[in-house]
């Protein structure tokens, strides 16, 4: 148990003792809540028999585990919506380490952690990235100095030859085949709810989270347009409608466009919806289509049936790389041959 006292300056000393460290860990705190705050930290590390470089540095004190970062990111300065869910699996595999003391060589078994259980590189990406993320903001707030995962190598999360098989990222792309969307909407017709839900999908590109956080206040009907302002990049944008999306929200309303799917809880409710929608898919023959599925074929569409840019629909769809969008250039292969001379 940590020895805390006051000096007659007003600041408070702590003191760590353990019998299997060489000295005792001195460090000050300005209030009384602070010290205690430290050594409740310093002491949890030691209970999992972690002992942090330095930790006897008096200018080390009111350190941060990652565990208790990411709380205090998650609750002072919400994540993007695409990281939320990815931070309770950052503190379950590097929860106990300081945010000070993290480097390469500390994460590196978690990443291949994450190889052996044959992760792909993206969502090995992912979740590294949701930590660095949230270390930008300990170094925006000056707790941290710099992102100790600034420096990463560039290839971390590739398979190499003793990783045993290599697992490499598959991108989707799963489009709708002839007579899929009748069968879909036949099934559909008994649920109008997720009919919308489905139709305003394709016609937009929007994201499931997108949709059924969707406002009617981001609704212009006039403009026939779509005002997205927390989107899973953390970028806004504008999205377009179609005659039939138009018609689709003419109604109107207050509060959510979608309230019968939302339930509070993000993760929950793209959960639910996932289930629903494969009972859905599954009865309509469907089986191997998801949701998100719809976002590719609505992109695919804004090639095959405008004369948009590939700009516009990044902006439209939201793709802030436009590498991703190069994969739908071969639908556009014939107009292309039809400029040659």
Not at 137 to 150: G, S
Not at 318 to 339: F, I, T, V
Request: aromatic content about 8%; some cysteine; proline content about 5%.
């Amino acid at each position: 148990m940590a020895t805390i006292r006051q000096r007659k300056s007003g600041s408070y000393e702590i003191i760590i003792r353990r019998s299997f460290l060489p000295k005792p860990v001195y460090a000050s705190a300005d209030t009384e809540a602070e010290a205690v705050a430290y050594a409740q930290r310093v002491e949890q590390q030691l209970d999992a028999g972690i002992v942090p470089k330095n930790v006897a540095d008096p200018g080390r004190q009111n350190l941060w585990t990652v565990q208790q970062w990411l709380e205090e990111y998650e609750t002072r300065y919400p994540p993007c919506a695409s990281d939320r869910p990815l931070l309770p699996i950052v503190i379950k595999a590097v929860g106990q380490h300081f945010i000070h003391d993290l480097s390469f060589t500390v994460i590196e078994p978690w990443i291949e952690a994450m190889k052996a259980k044959k992760l792909t590189p993206g969502s090995i990406k992912k979740r590294v990235g949701a930590l660095k993320r949230a270390l930008d903001v300990a170094v925006a707030r000056n707790i941290l100095k710099n992102n100790p995962l600034a420096g990463m190598p560039r290839n971390y999360s590739a398979y190499g030859k003793n990783d045993g098989v290599a697992v490499t990222d598959v991108e989707r792309d799963r489009r709708l085949e002839p007579g899929e969307e009748e069968q879909l909407r036949a099934v559909l017709a008994e649920d109008p709810d997720l009919l919308r839900l489905f139709t305003l999908a394709l016609e937009t590109g929007m994201r499931l989270s997108e949709l059924y956080t969707l406002t009617w206040s981001q609704v212009d009907l006039e403009k026939r347009t779509i005002f997205l302002d927390r989107t899973k990049n953390g970028d806004k944008r504008q999205v377009p409608m179609s005659s039939i999306a138009v018609e689709l929200l003419k109604s109107g309303g207050e509060g959510l466009v979608f309230p019968f799917f939302r339930d509070g809880d993000r993760r929950k409710t793209t959960l639910r919806i996932g289930y629903h929608w494969s009972k859905v898919a599954k009865q309509a023959g469907c089986e191997d289509l998801r949701f998100h599925d719809l976002r590719h074929e609505a992109t695919c569409r804004f090639f095959e049936r405008t004369t948009l840019s590939d700009l516009q629909i990044s902006r439209i769809t939201g793709h802030r790389d436009p590498r991703m969008l190069r994969r739908y250039a071969n639908l556009r292969g014939s107009d292309l041959a039809e400029k040659l001379w």
